[in-house]
């Protein structure tokens, strides 16, 4: 069953009847308002992926929300973190001004996790919020919507964005926080990402976790990765998971000192982004036709 975030500032006659459409064709709808706190809350892991994280890690890896204070409301249910909405809806009520921080947080949503957004509202509404080169929207709807045929879009986006709960996992190791934020950020709309700021973090997230590929930063402070490399395999639950270093040294007595140690692979910190999410590509494309 497709999750979707239904966001709307107040609930409508119209509005519910969309709602109502899409329960009935087998979607999951979550109400909630156009803000980036109430928002959040749906993409925020549960109680195990919190604590594959460790809270200065959280801190700099979450999104700031607005600080402006609002008055208290109930919280919404918050879906298991393999139950994330993958297709957001807003559906604008004359929000001529709605906040540019709300879209600004979806517009980053959607990069980091390929959730397809789309928007409905009358032509001026979509001209003002919207207009003409938002290229993170994947589709602009005017009112009245022929809800046939955008059930049935939102059916064809249904099946290829639930296929993200098939992607590989991918624990990512790394002291440096702004390194960590920018490699989950390149790879999170392809694959799982669970992160570690330690080694010790590390080895607690893999005896929760199945991952299918570990990157690991060569030169950490207190347990380095070589000495965090074996303890992964000397754990049989892990021993098999396959090890990359991330190295920002490229000159060659520092890459035979990272071979040395018989990584699945190396990637230098200085790669493009590209080259560095190709070679993961690469990497699961030969596990695969290697059987």
Request: glycine content about 4%; hydrophobic content about 45%; proline content about 5%.
């Amino acid at each position: 069953m497709s999750k979707v975030l239904f966001i709307t500032e107040k609930v409508s006659f119209i509005s519910e009847g969309i709602v109502n459409h899409l329960k009935a064709n087998s979607f999951e709808v979550f109400t909630v308002k156009p803000d980036v706190t109430a928002i959040s809350t749906f993409l925020k892991p549960k109680e195990e992926e919190a604590e594959a994280i460790d809270p200065e890690v959280a801190a700099l890896l979450s999104k700031e929300s607005a600080t402006e204070e609002k008055p208290a409301e109930p919280e919404p249910e918050q879906p298991h973190k393999d139950e994330i909405p993958r297709i957001f809806i807003m559906y604008l009520q004359g929000e001529d001004n709605l906040m540019i921080d709300v879209l600004g947080y979806i517009k980053d949503v959607v990069e980091d996790l390929g959730v397809r957004f789309f928007v409905i509202g009358t032509q001026e509404e979509l001209d003002t919020v919207i207009g003409k080169k938002a290229d993170y929207v994947a589709g602009l709807y005017t009112r009245p919507v022929d809800l046939p045929e955008f059930i049935k879009r939102l059916q064809k986006e249904g099946e290829a964005v639930d296929k993200l709960q098939e992607f590989k996992s991918i624990l990512i190791v790394d002291d440096d926080a702004t390194a960590l934020r920018s490699m989950k950020s390149l790879l999170s709309a392809k694959y799982k990402i669970l992160v570690a700021s330690s080694g010790m973090n590390a080895i607690t997230i893999l005896a929760k976790n199945h991952v299918d590929l570990i990157l690991l930063d060569f030169e950490m402070p207190v347990i380095n990765g070589p000495k965090v490399l074996e303890m992964i395999r000397s754990d049989p639950n892990s021993a098999n998971i396959p090890v990359m270093f991330l190295t920002a040294k490229g000159d060659k007595r520092s890459i035979m000192e990272v071979l040395r140690f018989k990584p699945e692979k190396y990637l230098l910190k200085t790669m493009l982004p590209k080259d560095i999410l190709d070679s993961i590509d690469d990497f699961f494309m030969q596990r695969r036709l290697n059987g």
